[in-house]
Protein backbone atom coordinates (compact mmCIF):
# COMPACT_ATOMS: atom_id res chain seq x y z
CA UNK A 1 0.00 0.00 0.00
CA UNK A 2 1.65 3.29 -1.22
CA UNK A 3 -0.90 5.44 0.39
CA UNK A 4 -0.41 8.02 3.55
CA UNK A 5 -0.15 6.41 6.28
CA UNK A 6 -0.88 7.21 10.22
CA UNK A 7 -0.20 5.71 13.65
CA UNK A 8 -1.93 5.14 15.51
CA UNK A 9 -5.25 5.09 14.66
CA UNK A 10 -6.71 5.80 17.79
CA UNK A 11 -5.15 7.27 21.23
CA UNK A 12 -7.02 7.53 24.41
CA UNK A 13 -5.16 10.11 27.10
CA UNK A 14 -5.70 11.46 30.22
CA UNK A 15 -5.72 15.47 30.97
CA UNK A 16 -2.22 16.45 31.11
CA UNK A 17 -0.34 13.54 29.48
CA UNK A 18 2.29 14.14 26.18
CA UNK A 19 1.08 12.48 22.99
CA UNK A 20 2.71 11.91 19.82
CA UNK A 21 1.69 11.26 16.40
CA UNK A 22 3.43 9.67 13.69
CA UNK A 23 2.44 10.41 9.80
CA UNK A 24 4.35 8.53 6.76
CA UNK A 25 3.43 10.54 3.23
CA UNK A 26 3.30 9.24 -0.16
CA UNK A 27 7.04 8.97 -0.66
CA UNK A 28 7.74 10.63 -3.65
CA UNK A 29 5.35 14.36 -2.25
CA UNK A 30 7.42 16.70 -0.22
CA UNK A 31 4.46 18.20 1.27
CA UNK A 32 3.03 17.43 4.30
CA UNK A 33 0.00 18.67 5.97
CA UNK A 34 -1.82 18.47 9.43
CA UNK A 35 -5.19 18.74 9.78
CA UNK A 36 -7.70 18.62 12.51
CA UNK A 37 -10.97 17.70 12.74
CA UNK A 38 -14.11 17.96 15.15
CA UNK A 39 -16.80 16.33 15.51
CA UNK A 40 -19.57 17.42 13.09
CA UNK A 41 -16.41 19.77 11.59
CA UNK A 42 -14.73 19.95 8.49
CA UNK A 43 -10.97 19.89 8.73
CA UNK A 44 -9.05 22.58 9.90
CA UNK A 45 -5.37 23.59 8.22
CA UNK A 46 -2.57 23.46 11.40
CA UNK A 47 0.85 23.45 9.47
CA UNK A 48 2.47 22.14 6.37
CA UNK A 49 5.98 20.81 5.78
CA UNK A 50 8.00 21.52 2.31
CA UNK A 51 10.85 19.02 2.63
CA UNK A 52 11.86 19.21 6.05
CA UNK A 53 10.73 22.94 6.62
CA UNK A 54 7.66 23.55 8.25
CA UNK A 55 6.21 26.59 6.14
CA UNK A 56 3.45 27.64 7.69
CA UNK A 57 1.50 27.49 11.00
CA UNK A 58 -2.02 27.90 11.77
CA UNK A 59 -3.20 30.13 15.13
CA UNK A 60 -5.09 26.67 15.91
CA UNK A 61 -1.23 25.68 16.74
CA UNK A 62 -0.93 26.15 20.56
CA UNK A 63 2.36 26.51 21.62
CA UNK A 64 1.64 23.15 23.42
CA UNK A 65 1.52 21.58 20.00
CA UNK A 66 5.05 20.84 18.11
CA UNK A 67 5.12 19.13 14.29
CA UNK A 68 8.72 17.97 13.34
CA UNK A 69 9.58 16.52 9.43
CA UNK A 70 13.69 15.56 10.46
CA UNK A 71 14.36 14.35 7.29
CA UNK A 72 11.72 15.01 5.15
CA UNK A 73 9.96 11.99 4.97
CA UNK A 74 7.77 11.27 8.19
CA UNK A 75 6.32 13.69 10.40
CA UNK A 76 5.39 13.41 13.68
CA UNK A 77 3.08 15.56 15.80
CA UNK A 78 3.45 16.48 19.40
CA UNK A 79 0.63 17.42 21.84
CA UNK A 80 2.19 18.36 25.61
CA UNK A 81 -0.20 18.75 28.66
CA UNK A 82 -3.38 18.00 26.75
CA UNK A 83 -6.87 19.04 27.46
CA UNK A 84 -10.19 17.97 26.58
CA UNK A 85 -10.62 20.40 24.18
CA UNK A 86 -7.61 18.62 22.13
CA UNK A 87 -9.80 15.51 21.57
CA UNK A 88 -10.41 15.08 17.73
CA UNK A 89 -9.15 13.57 14.55
CA UNK A 90 -5.61 14.32 13.35
CA UNK A 91 -5.28 14.25 9.52
CA UNK A 92 -2.38 13.90 7.63
CA UNK A 93 -2.17 14.34 4.32
CA UNK A 94 0.64 14.76 1.23
CA UNK A 95 1.35 16.27 -2.63
CA UNK A 96 3.52 17.29 -4.68
CA UNK A 97 5.18 20.72 -4.22
CA UNK A 98 3.00 23.11 -6.91
CA UNK A 99 -0.17 20.78 -6.95
CA UNK A 100 -3.64 21.09 -5.40
CA UNK A 101 -4.62 17.92 -5.01
CA UNK A 102 -3.65 16.38 -1.89
CA UNK A 103 -4.25 12.79 -0.28
CA UNK A 104 -5.23 12.03 3.01
CA UNK A 105 -4.42 9.24 5.56
CA UNK A 106 -6.95 7.40 7.67
CA UNK A 107 -6.22 9.83 10.70
CA UNK A 108 -6.05 9.73 14.89
CA UNK A 109 -8.68 9.79 16.78
CA UNK A 110 -7.32 11.26 20.32
CA UNK A 111 -9.56 11.29 23.09
CA UNK A 112 -8.79 13.06 26.45
CA UNK A 113 -10.55 12.20 29.49
CA UNK B 1 -10.61 35.26 3.33
CA UNK B 2 -11.60 32.12 2.11
CA UNK B 3 -14.30 29.97 3.43
CA UNK B 4 -16.82 27.27 1.85
CA UNK B 5 -20.15 27.05 2.91
CA UNK B 6 -22.27 24.12 2.58
CA UNK B 7 -25.77 22.51 2.93
CA UNK B 8 -26.48 21.40 6.08
CA UNK B 9 -27.34 17.79 6.59
CA UNK B 10 -28.27 15.10 7.55
CA UNK B 11 -29.72 13.94 4.11
CA UNK B 12 -31.05 10.92 3.82
CA UNK B 13 -32.56 9.61 0.63
CA UNK B 14 -33.99 6.44 -0.76
CA UNK B 15 -32.00 4.22 -3.20
CA UNK B 16 -31.92 5.55 -6.77
CA UNK B 17 -33.33 9.08 -5.51
CA UNK B 18 -31.67 12.04 -7.06
CA UNK B 19 -28.79 13.64 -4.80
CA UNK B 20 -27.77 17.70 -4.58
CA UNK B 21 -25.75 18.54 -1.90
CA UNK B 22 -25.09 22.25 -2.04
CA UNK B 23 -21.63 24.08 -1.96
CA UNK B 24 -21.02 27.81 -2.37
CA UNK B 25 -17.88 29.84 -1.97
CA UNK B 26 -15.55 32.82 -1.18
CA UNK B 27 -12.56 33.20 -2.75
CA UNK B 28 -10.37 35.97 -3.92
CA UNK B 29 -8.80 34.59 -7.46
CA UNK B 30 -9.32 31.37 -9.13
CA UNK B 31 -9.34 28.63 -6.66
CA UNK B 32 -9.70 25.02 -7.49
CA UNK B 33 -12.74 23.42 -5.99
CA UNK B 34 -13.00 19.92 -4.74
CA UNK B 35 -15.48 16.90 -3.25
CA UNK B 36 -13.82 14.80 -0.88
CA UNK B 37 -16.01 11.95 0.86
CA UNK B 38 -15.25 10.30 4.41
CA UNK B 39 -16.27 6.82 4.75
CA UNK B 40 -17.50 5.15 8.50
CA UNK B 41 -13.85 5.33 9.81
CA UNK B 42 -11.81 6.39 7.54
CA UNK B 43 -10.07 9.35 6.12
CA UNK B 44 -11.23 11.33 3.16
CA UNK B 45 -11.37 10.62 -0.31
CA UNK B 46 -11.27 12.72 -3.48
CA UNK B 47 -14.36 11.96 -4.97
CA UNK B 48 -13.72 14.54 -7.94
CA UNK B 49 -12.49 18.38 -8.69
CA UNK B 50 -12.05 20.96 -11.31
CA UNK B 51 -9.60 23.80 -11.31
CA UNK B 52 -11.79 26.34 -13.68
CA UNK B 53 -14.65 27.67 -14.75
CA UNK B 54 -17.07 26.06 -16.28
CA UNK B 55 -15.41 22.77 -15.66
CA UNK B 56 -16.95 19.50 -14.43
CA UNK B 57 -15.42 17.16 -12.33
CA UNK B 58 -17.18 13.49 -12.12
CA UNK B 59 -16.47 10.30 -10.66
CA UNK B 60 -18.19 7.25 -9.99
CA UNK B 61 -21.47 8.81 -10.91
CA UNK B 62 -21.00 12.15 -8.93
CA UNK B 63 -20.62 15.82 -10.60
CA UNK B 64 -20.28 18.74 -9.99
CA UNK B 65 -19.49 22.23 -11.90
CA UNK B 66 -17.51 25.05 -11.31
CA UNK B 67 -19.61 28.04 -11.69
CA UNK B 68 -17.54 31.35 -10.73
CA UNK B 69 -21.50 33.55 -11.76
CA UNK B 70 -22.36 32.14 -8.59
CA UNK B 71 -19.53 30.80 -6.55
CA UNK B 72 -20.88 27.20 -6.35
CA UNK B 73 -19.83 23.49 -6.80
CA UNK B 74 -22.80 21.92 -5.89
CA UNK B 75 -22.40 18.01 -5.50
CA UNK B 76 -25.37 15.93 -8.04
CA UNK B 77 -25.62 12.25 -8.56
CA UNK B 78 -28.80 10.87 -10.53
CA UNK B 79 -29.50 7.41 -8.70
CA UNK B 80 -28.19 6.95 -5.28
CA UNK B 81 -27.09 3.97 -3.85
CA UNK B 82 -26.50 2.14 -0.06
CA UNK B 83 -22.96 2.36 -0.65
CA UNK B 84 -23.37 6.18 -1.11
CA UNK B 85 -23.69 6.89 2.32
CA UNK B 86 -21.04 8.93 4.16
CA UNK B 87 -19.99 12.85 4.86
CA UNK B 88 -19.37 14.71 1.56
CA UNK B 89 -16.79 17.80 2.18
CA UNK B 90 -17.05 20.30 -0.48
CA UNK B 91 -13.60 22.37 -0.31
CA UNK B 92 -11.58 24.78 -1.69
CA UNK B 93 -7.53 25.12 -2.40
CA UNK B 94 -5.96 28.95 -2.95
CA UNK B 95 -2.83 29.15 -4.76
CA UNK B 96 -0.55 30.63 -2.18
CA UNK B 97 -2.64 29.50 0.98
CA UNK B 98 -1.41 26.35 0.48
CA UNK B 99 -3.56 24.74 2.58
CA UNK B 100 -7.61 23.24 2.08
CA UNK B 101 -10.45 25.17 3.14
CA UNK B 102 -13.30 22.48 4.15
CA UNK B 103 -16.66 22.95 4.33
CA UNK B 104 -18.57 21.35 7.20
CA UNK B 105 -19.64 18.56 5.88
CA UNK B 106 -22.56 16.89 5.09
CA UNK B 107 -23.96 13.48 6.30
CA UNK B 108 -26.04 11.67 3.27
CA UNK B 109 -27.54 8.65 4.23
CA UNK B 110 -29.38 6.52 1.81
CA UNK B 111 -31.95 3.27 2.85
CA UNK B 112 -32.96 0.82 0.88
Known amino acids: DTGVSQDPRHKITKRGQNVTFRCDPISEHNRLYWYRQTLGQGPEFLTY????????KSRLLSDRFSAERPKGSFSTLEIQRTEQGDSAMYLC???????????FGPGTRLTVL | GNSVTQMEGPVTLSEEAFLTINCTYTATGYPSLFWYVQYPGEGLQLLLK?????DKGSNKGFEATYRKETTSFHLEKGSVQVSDSAVYFCALFQTGANNLFFGTGTRLTVIP
Open chain 2, 50 to 54: ATKAD
Open chain 1, 93 to 103: ASSFQGEDEQF
Open chain 1, 49 to 56: FQNEAQLE
